[in-house]
């Protein structure tokens, strides 16, 4: 299409009446949009990806140029969704890149009525005191009947299903070697 | 997901969606899959084009009701009284499947005789403690064999969060206790089902009051029409036909959510449809990998692989294994998880001299659900909280708890992509504007941390099928976004740095543990892969497993996950399998990976006959090759591979070598489906019709209005409204159901942040029929007011006849719809609906009821400010609830 184009430039209406009475070809095509090519051609990589949303658990394609994700498509080699995707799989993309998303670490301190900047790895380090201190202060070794607990009640997590099953385990084994047992997620929910 | 793991064996759906296209018939109920799972309708589509029937039950005519053959009309929270009436009509009308009812269900054991029925006590069952509001379960086993429920309640009351059994164990319960399967078979049963004590008469006795007349009365749906639907899905079942179950949130949002899964369970038993291509029960999930996180569970009473988290009468691993370990199925075999799963948290700490380390885990006294953990915050007992990609300030319900709650930590940790609501509650939540917080009075301390998205990382997500697909980093995350991996290794291993040296006996349990993962890039972020084969686990030569049937009790393998042991088989991260589906059967085997061994389909052995062969030609799935003596077919049986159909048990056999040839239901304490539960949940062994919590309407079918073992949490913040003919019960007169949307994802958070998304579905609305707009003044286009005890939300209107009015007992039933997605912040914000509910739960879940509840509307914007609280003040003092200052 684009090499007849070129070959033969036209007047479109001539060219629709021609070689292309629906106009969806050489007729609909000027100079421009005959260079173009779309974002899946270009790409350096393609990734096999899986749908960040529902159950379904569609196939994606990730597009990949200069280290940037440029398309997000359905994969058409998934038995589960032969390729298609719905309007929140086909928005990936943009999830990815809204503009609301964090980048930084935010920080509020107790009663102050602002958000502040905080180094990430300071951030890790206070958690880790907070969590450290926490346990200690609510620790449970054993019940009145004298029954082992091992856990604190002090401290408590959400969340889970949004998550691969990687981390969940890596939550799930942290957690239950500090002793926190208040560990749920939105099967629940 | 006890409905089904008390009925299967297996807390996951029975089959996958592809198997959706050779369906005779299918019916959705509690779903809107057209919606909500869109890609995986168009197998609901593949069947309809074959010539399938798709029936949809639903309160709304939606898209998946435009694309059915059929859409029947109900009322929300009376699914009970539908599936129990088609329970009647399978009954009644001799429609079951006889002799897979006989070989393949518990329908001929014989029951306690001092089991009564719902029907003798106006509604609740033997063993209903009124003063705890608790059952005793004992008369609903066997007589003289007590089973173990493969799921839900396995390790007795208190797992569930119920107090002690205080009655002491009678000489025959103690024998039932200690006795064995006879040759695979219960002590007392009746092969001819006469029996009145047997399951199958107890079953038809339970159900007989389910007439299609309480049908219409109770679910509003006209009887030929309920009639019709029993006659189509009966029709497409049997030897030659199958017919699929589809179900979501809509099924397991209710104070008896757990009982609607039963019932739809005993339905599919009764025809034959568990275990065979184009049945089965497929439960649509609304997360990624939901099933996941409840297989390796972020859930408090579980560890991975659905192992029982230990109670505190659980002094060592030998009383935590007595007690926990079946007689008879694959549940027989716990240690064996068990201690490989210890192996793989504590490497050569965990021994048999260390008692496998038992005495490092955290013990359970009780329900340690969100809820129970919401009001530990309110009480300023926990002090701590990690949200993870979840938002409980607008997707809990009765959310102003849930933020009055955070409010009230020390501390706070968010991770997400985006400043949710969770994330800013202190500054810009309801309770702000109204005055009940003050942003400067709030103490929490609170750090968002930014999360990488999914392309950012690799991992694997568990879909709606059981199905492990591995999703591989795309691009590196930028700034501060980093994978949960990454946060809780690094989080680990500075915990354990600062606690190095403790001479603490708890910290032994962080120090012990094994927690060195190899990192990569420079990031360090934790290599995926090394925990997946953690997850899968090795043996003594270092190897990867290959399959649960090689774990071993005494410590010489690890695992840290037994039912997904496997996919790491041959060092190959099988979830990472690609072979394009056109070009294997259409079973795909090899795409991804399934737990358990790959199964695609559970419990598959019943596509057989229980001589082996299959039931049909045309329903050929698995069967019995006599020549090789094995099993062999489409699909990896579901069974041991070499036990012959006529396989009879020795005296004595235990775990799976007690089941027969012909039990397909391998985690079965008795290898049948149960129609009849005798263990597992705490609420019922059959599933009997309840109100929802709060309903206008009273009970038609027994004295017991509501779930009379459900959860509640009474408190000046989270009043009830007055039940049916209690003064004030006409306040909120009207029945509300919430729902997703297409171009949205739950709480919003994924969603209300995206342009496009936001562009598609701009506003928060309610739905509701031309006859409730024109009785409360409403237009479509302009404002309406929805109120609860809790609150009042505003939403645009939108008037529409695909909310029908119901006649309930002569009366019009009004029913209001709402999309739960919106809150406060993104590209596109309004009022939230889970600030209206009230918070009460099902007893074996804890599952909160957001499906069906009472309400009232007003036309118009609701007020701002102090006039809201006054609003929702004023419904309080005519319902006779207590005033909010």
Partial sequence: ?189 | MPGLGASFGRGGATTFQQDLQNADCIVIMGSNMAENHPVGFQWVMEARERGAQVIHVDPRFTRTSAMATRHVIIRPGSDIAFLGGIVNYILTQGKWFDEYVKAYTNASAIIDERFRDTDDLDGVFSGFDAKTDNYDLASWQYEDLSLKGAAGRRMGPSAAGLKEETHPLSPREEAAQKRLLEHGKPPHYDPTLQHPRCVFQLLKKHYARYTPEMVERVCGTPQADFLRVAETLCANSGRERTSAFCYSVGWTQHTVGVQYIRAAAIVQLLLGNIGRPGGGILALRGHASIQGSTDIPTLYELLPGYLPMPQAEHVDSKTYLEKGTAKHGLWGQMPSYFISLMKAWYGEKASAASDWCFGYLPRITGNHSTFPSIMGMLLGNVKGFFVVGENPAVGSPNSSLHRRAMANLDWLVVRDFFEIESASFWYDSPEIETGKLRTQEIKTEVFLLPAADHLQKSGSFTNTQRLLQWHHKAVEPEGDCRSELWFYYHLGKRIREKLNGSAEARDRAVLDLTWDYPTEGALDEPDAHAVLREINGWGMDGKALPSYLKLKPDGSTACGCWIYCGVFKEEQNQAARRKPGGEQSWVAPEWGWAWPSNRRMLYNRASADPSGKPWSERRRYVWWDAEKKKWTGEDVPDFTEDKSPDYVPPEGAHADDALDGQSPFILQGDGKGWLLAPDGLVDAPFPAHYEPEESPIPNALYGTRANPVRERWPSANNPYHPAPGEPGAGVFPYVVTSYRLTEHHTAGGMSRTVAHLSELQPEMFCEVSPELAAERGLENGGWATIVSARTAIEARVLVTERIPDYVIEGRQTHVVGLPYHWGSRGLTTGDSVNDLWVISTDPNVHIQESKAASCDVRAGRRPRGKELTALVNDYRRRAGLPVEE
Avoid at chain 1, 23 to 46: F, M, N, V, Y
Avoid at chain 1, 75 to 96: E, H, I, W, Y
Avoid at chain 1, 99 to 108: A, D, I
Wanted: glycine share 6%.
């Fill in chain 1, 1 to 189: 299409m684009r090499a007849d184009d070129e070959r033969s430039p036209a007047w479109p209406l001539l060219r629709q009446l021609t070689r292309d009475r629906y106009a969806l070809g050489a007729a609909a095509q000027s100079r421009k949009t005959a260079s173009l090519e779309p974002r899946t051609a270009t790409a350096d990589t393609i990734v096999r990806s899986v749908c960040p949303y529902c159950a379904v658990g569609c196939g994606q394609l990730a597009f990949v140029k200069d280290g940037k994700v440029v398309q997000v498509e359905g994969d058409p080699d998934s038995p589960v969704s032969r390729g298609r995707l719905c309007p929140k799989g086909s928005a990936t993309r943009s999830l990815s890149e809204s503009p609301l998303r964090e980048y930084k670490v935010k920080y509020r301190r107790p009663y102050a009525n602002a958000w502040e900047e905080l180094d990430l790895d300071k951030a890790v380090d206070m958690i880790a005191d907070r969590v450290i201190a926490t346990r200690a202060q609510t620790w449970e070794s054993a019940n009145d009947k004298g029954q082992p607990l091992n856990r604190t009640l002090g401290i408590a997590s959400l969340g889970g299903a949004t998550l691969d099953n990687e981390e969940n385990y890596l939550m799930k084994k942290l957690y239950t070697a500090l002793g926190v047992v208040q560990v749920e997620n939105q099967a629940r929910i």
